[in-house]
């Protein structure tokens, strides 16, 4: 039988328990009608970390304004080109530790699946990569300076170590609650070792070739 589909609207409906999308299909024949259900199987599918936008815009440089030719009206880049700048601006200024990733391939795709199998979500796992939770952001480049000795880098460690651990505080949601007691500790611990071993993995697999270059738009 053929149809000839008059209307088909689409109503989001957020049930106690989950999402799902409620599209009610009408016909011409009468008394004829129903109601498709289809559910939002992962609403975290199309998350991306920092780390992947810049990789992105780094691998496709900025749009050139068009010509306009006969009735034809160019396309406004300005909000285009104020967003590229404002995310440029915001890597170098709050994360330009991102600058020295690995490749998200290695890296992020790698660390997600063993952080969620721990009991974090995607968005916190995503969080921790975002704000280089247990990553050397804060390691210098360059050998440190005569006279600053072991001791002194050992302690900027154990500092950055302890910064990490509260932030994971703040990340996890509820993480006494998810991990009482010894296990919270313990699961503190191994979050960071993760993030510490996949990094260095990345880095070795790609021969330590994680620079994001991002052209100024």
């Not at 990789?55 to 068009?66: C, G």
């Not at 919270?184 to 993760?194: A, H």
Request: aromatic share 6%; glycine share 6%; hydrophobic share 35%.
């Amino acid at each position: 039988m053929h149809l000839q589909w008059l209307a088909c609207c689409l109503e989001h409906r957020i049930a106690d328990t989950e999402d799902c999308f409620r599209v009610p299909i009408f016909s011409t024949q009468p008394r004829l009608s129903l109601t498709v259900e289809m559910k939002v199987l992962d609403p975290q599918a199309a998350l991306l970390t920092t780390t992947e936008v810049h990789r992105f815009l780094a691998s496709n440089p900025p749009r050139q304004q068009t010509k306009k030719i006969g009735s034809y009206k160019p396309v406004n880049l300005k909000n285009y080109q104020t967003v590229r700048e404002d995310f440029l601006h915001y890597v170098t200024t709050t994360v330009p530790y991102i600058e020295t990733f690995p490749p998200p391939e290695a890296f992020v795709k790698a660390v997600v699946p063993k952080l969620r199998a721990i009991g974090l979500t995607k968005t916190e796992a995503l969080m921790l990569i975002n704000l280089g939770a247990g990553l050397p952001k804060n390691r210098p480049s360059q050998p440190p300076a005569e006279g600053v000795g072991e001791e002194g880098a050992e302690g900027a460690q154990e500092t950055q170590e302890s910064d990490d651990r509260q932030l994971l505080a703040v990340v996890i949601e509820e993480l006494t609650d998810r991990f009482p007691d010894e296990d919270g500790e313990d699961t503190v611990g191994r979050i960071l070792e993760i993030m510490q071993t996949e990094f260095d993995q990345a880095q070795a697999s790609t021969n330590g070739n994680g620079t994001n270059g991002l052209d100024a738009a």
